[in-house]
């Protein structure tokens, strides 16, 4: 039986419906050539791009009208594919069709980012961009960044995860924060490193100190903390492609789409048998170590993102360093990159 919601979709003129749904989808598309050509605008301004800047964009545009067509090819089908599935009173076979579609979004952007960066001087020859030398280099670098996105590499101690992230960006020959996302954040709040590094660890309510278990007058310096942190990968991520390690990255830019969030872990024994070659011998046996800092890091991750570290669910891709090994992990994900 038909609810009164949706009722009359059966009952008005096909007319009135067209303008009705139209104009947003008109309205919509408007937008989107609106983007296209303030981007024209603000490029042309800039004195160090002016008009091979964009000439470049010019030679560019046309793949992301590509990635665009295949995004709304599949969102468009998926769409009518609930509708019909709706209709026929299947609910389950409409919300997996739309699993599925987000499953081919994700399938399809890798591809499609894989066949530009293997045949990219191809396509900016296809499309003109070697008219001349400041085009082609523009060209090349614009593409280079709408084709690639963020890594943020969230991992147990000991895994590895810090060197892996290192050295996928140093191929991909983009920017790694870690050590310096700490550095950052120091010198925004004032805060020592060393304070900051310990205070990313620790959930507020925790054992260690009063000033972040209590809550009772107000945001704890963790939380202080935390906002700013949260500013600073978001603002880092918008600068262009990079990779992230740790700090809640993935949560943070959880609803950003070009972002491939990663987990690495590894058996204890691999973990605490790198550690001491790492790190060195400690009071506290590798064992202990692993477990009090594998610990911390849930307990933070939990109380600040509500989501369960390490859960597959969670991540695009969890891969074990200690079977594939640090170098096999990095090639891993540069060819996903």
């Known amino acids: 039986m038909e609810t009164k919601s949706n009722q009359f979709l059966g009952e008005t003129e096909i007319g ?93 952007s890798i591809v499609l980012t894989v066949i530009y960066l293997i045949f990219s001087d191809q396509i900016i020859a296809m499309f003109g961009g070697t008219v001349n030398e400041e085009t082609y280099l523009h060209s090349k670098e614009y593409f280079f960044y709408i084709s690639l996105g963020i890594i943020t590499i969230s991992r147990e101690f000991g895994s590895g995860g810090r060197t892996i992230g290192k050295k996928v960006a140093e191929k991909l020959e983009i920017p790694c924060y870690d050590s310096e996302l700490i550095h950052k954040i120091a010198v925004e709040s004032g805060f020592a490193e060393k304070y900051i590094e310990d205070a990313g660890e620790y959930a507020p309510g925790g054992f260690l100190s009063p000033a972040f278990s209590n809550r009772a007058f107000g945001p704890t310096n963790e939380d202080y903390l935390w906002q700013i942190q949260y500013k600073i990968i978001t603002e880092l991520a918008e600068k262009g492609p990079c990779v992230i390690v740790g700090r809640c990255a993935d949560y943070i830019l959880r609803d950003k789409a070009d972002c491939l969030k990663v987990f690495i872990h590894a058996s204890m024994d691999f973990r605490a048998k790198r550690i001491v070659e790492v790190y060195g011998e400690q009071e506290k046996t590798p064992m202990q170590r692993l477990k009090e800092k594998d610990k911390r890091r849930a307990a933070y991750h939990r109380f600040y993102t509500d989501m369960k570290w390490g859960h597959a669910q969670n991540y695009h891709i969890t891969l074990d360093s200690g079977e594939l090994g640090i170098d096999k992990c990095v090639e891993i994900l540069q060819s996903l990159y």
Do not use: H, W
């Not at 598309?29 to 091979?52: M, T």
């Not at 990635?67 to 998926?78: F, K, N, R, S």
């Open 16 to 108: 009135i419906l067209m303008r009705k749904y139209a104009v947003p989808c008109i309205i919509s598309l408007l937008v989107g050539a609106l983007y296209n050509i303030v981007d024209q605008i603000f490029i042309a301004n800039a004195s160090y791009l002016g008009s091979y800047g964009n000439a470049a964009n010019t030679v560019v545009f046309p793949l992301t009208v590509v990635a665009l067509a295949i995004a709304v090819m599949i969102g468009d089908g998926c769409c009518a594919f609930v509708s019909i599935s709706l209709g026929k009173k299947e609910t389950k076979t409409a919300k997996q069709s739309v699993g599925n579609a987000v499953v081919m979004l994700l399938v399809s």
